[in-house]
């Protein structure tokens, strides 16, 4: 059987609409798992949204309905949104399942009988009002005198009873545990992060609320509700079906291969999951990947600003595989990046419209003019054929090593490398000017760019899994065939070629875009 592979996004607080940011997690973990399938893994992708918490309580009273209500309308706007973009996920999880619940209620019990949990006090500035606690440095002072929230809400000193973890207990077997496995956390500079951080010393982390009510009840202390991360973290296991632990499913796929998430999460996932999984006796997840947040124009979205762009509007305007390729090709997984209507234009034009669709579309038509929609297998081939095919297979090898290390950009990178040799062969090779004096030669430079055409498309089809299956479809690649194992075998359209296809007039699978006139 294909050895599993789990992955996950984090949940997303459905207190809004899907932005920008929620879109780019979802993409480059739909890539990482199509990939995976790609390789023969049997991938169990999971994803979906963080239903509770003070937050949520608060925008629904905002808006006048109920935490619930909020949660099933907002919830449903981003599987709408995965749906639209692509993404691969075999489970979408809400944090308001019953089932869900009894996941945290028994990880809650399991760390309770390892004695980390304790009641305490919690103290703070409360604001009523806002019903949240603030530090002291973000207080401001208002005309009086008197202390105020950032929102300009009054604030008192408060205490109140709350349920603790003993973090603190879990310092040593952290560092010890990112000793013993480097690529725990990633990218590197995350780690370096983490580990001061845990270096400096961990307090104990208050873990219920009685303030409110919109969570998980602490089991055998009903006027708590857990503190929102040990709920939401749980999710990884509930969607596997814990805590049933001799479900196929859970069996099969915990411990997760690779939590997705972004860097502004990397200490709840890398710090309180893991003493949260060792304090229940559960396995850890072998990786924690953090990336960059996504800024527009060079600056960070926010509400005020006016820039939170609604990614879907994207989509439409752009397509969406023009969108999964700008924003894996533009962004080095990791760190932050920039986006904008032009950038977007810019590079979907130059890479796909102008040198990879340009590539094909040049091919497959001169095929279908020029030969009849024969497929063009035989014919004499040389050095330079052999040359550029090699190049292609060496490409496909240096995208399996770069997307299997997360370095996503870096395997685009590889591919357009090849895609530009591609075009540089066919310049060198003209087969338009062989027609008449070497229809042999032409056959062979042809067949050789069907073969470098199809591998081009199989291997980027993780990153624009639309625009590469149209492709495929219409130069009449079996879908079995769409793997790296036909990588640089001319064998396959050979095979085409004998059983009688007949490529019709392609139609271009990457239009050029326009920037919108209203781009700001
Ligand atoms: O943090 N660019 O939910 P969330 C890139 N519910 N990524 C971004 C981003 C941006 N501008 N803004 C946010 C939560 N993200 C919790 C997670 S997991 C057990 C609980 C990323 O809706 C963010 O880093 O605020 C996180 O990984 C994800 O979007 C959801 O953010």
């Known amino acids: 059987m294909a050895d599993p592979f789990y992955i996950t996004t984090a949940i997303n607080y459905p207190n809004g609409r899907p932005h920008i940011g929620h879109a780019y997690e979802a993409i480059a973990t739909d890539v990482?798992?199509?990939?995976?399938?790609?390789?023969?893994?049997?991938?169990?992708?999971?994803?979906?949204?963080?239903?509770?918490?003070?937050?949520?309580?608060?925008?629904?009273?905002d808006r006048g309905i109920s935490p619930q209500e909020l949660a099933d309308e907002m919830s449903s706007l981003f599987k709408e949104m995965d749906d639209k973009l692509h993404i691969s996920y075999d489970r979408f999880i809400r944090t308001?399942?019953?089932?869900?619940?009894?996941?945290?209620?028994?990880?809650?019990?399991?760390?309770?009988?390892?004695?980390?949990?304790?009641?305490?006090?919690?103290?703070?500035?409360?604001?009523?009002?806002d019903e949240a606690?603030?530090?002291e440095k973000e207080l401001t002072l208002g005309e009086d005198g008197e202390k105020l929230s950032p929102q300009g809400t009054p604030v008192e000193w408060t205490v109140e009873e709350s349920w603790f973890f003993r973090l603190s207990r879990y310092q040593d077997r952290l560092l010890a545990h990112y000793a013993a496995n480097p690529d725990f956390i990633r990218p590197d500079s995350r780690r370096n992060e983490v580990v001061r951080f845990v270096e400096g010393g961990l307090s104990d982390l208050s873990i219920s609320r009685t303030s409110f009510d919109w969570g998980v009840k602490v089991p055998g202390s009903d006027k708590h509700v857990m503190y929102v991360w040990v709920d939401a973290l749980t999710n990884y296991l509930s969607g596997l079906g814990?805590?049933?632990e001799e479900t196929e499913v859970y069996k099969r796929f915990w411990p997760a291969d690779v939590h997705i998430i972004g860097k502004d999460i990397v200490r709840f996932h890398a710090v309180y999951w893991p003493a949260f999984l060792m304090s229940a006796k559960l396995p850890l997840p072998k990786q924690v990947f953090g990336h960059g947040f996504l800024l527009h124009r060079g600056e960070k979205m926010s509400k005020?600003?006016?820039?939170?762009?609604?990614?879907?509007?994207?989509?439409?305007?752009?397509?969406?595989?023009?969108?999964?390729?700008?924003?894996?090709?533009?962004?080095t997984f990791g760190q932050d990046g920039s986006y904008s209507a032009e950038a977007i234009v810019n590079r979907v034009n130059a890479d796909l419209a102008n040198s990879f669709g340009n590539l094909a579309q040049r091919t497959l038509s001169f095929i279908a003019k020029?030969?009849?929609?024969?497929?063009p297998a035989g014919g004499k081939g040389d050095a330079a054929d052999d040359a550029l095919l090699g190049q292609v297979s060496e490409a496909a090898a240096e995208m399996r090593a770069a997307f299997g290390e997360l370095a996503l950009s870096q395997g685009i990178e590889a591919w357009l490398k090849a895609?530009?040799?591609?075009?540089?062969?066919?310049?060198?090779?003209a087969p338009w000017?062989?027609?008449k004096s070497d229809p042999d030669r032409m056959t062979a430079v042809l067949g050789t760019l069907y073969v470098a055409i199809r591998d081009l498309a199989i291997v980027i089809a993780p990153v624009i899994p639309s625009s590469a299956a149209k492709l495929l479809d219409q130069m009449g690649i079996p879908a079995e065939q769409r793997t790296h194992d036909v990588i640089g075998d001319r064998g396959g359209i050979e095979a085409l070629a004998a059983s009688g296809f007949r490529l019709a007039a392609p139609t271009p699978i990457f239009p050029r875009l326009e920037l919108p006139v209203d781009d700001d």
């Open 32 to 61: 990482i798992a199509r990939f995976q399938r790609q390789m023969g893994r049997d991938v169990f992708f999971m994803t979906g949204t963080d239903e509770h918490g003070l937050k949520m309580a608060q925008a629904a009273r």
């Open 304 to 331: 005020s600003i006016g820039n939170v762009v609604d990614p879907m509007e994207i989509a439409e305007a752009f397509g969406v595989d023009p969108l999964r390729y700008f924003l894996l090709r533009e962004v």
């Open 433 to 435: 000017a062989l027609r």
């Open 242 to 244: 814990f805590p049933d």
């Open 96 to 129: 308001t399942e019953p089932a869900h619940h009894a996941s945290v209620q028994e990880i809650w019990r399991r760390m309770e009988a390892s004695g980390d949990i304790y009641l305490d006090r919690y103290e703070g500035w409360y604001s009523v009002r």
């Open 370 to 375: 020029n030969c009849a929609g024969v497929v």
């Open 133 to 135: 606690y603030y530090d």
């Open 419 to 429: 895609v530009f040799a591609c075009n540089q062969y066919i310049d060198a090779q």
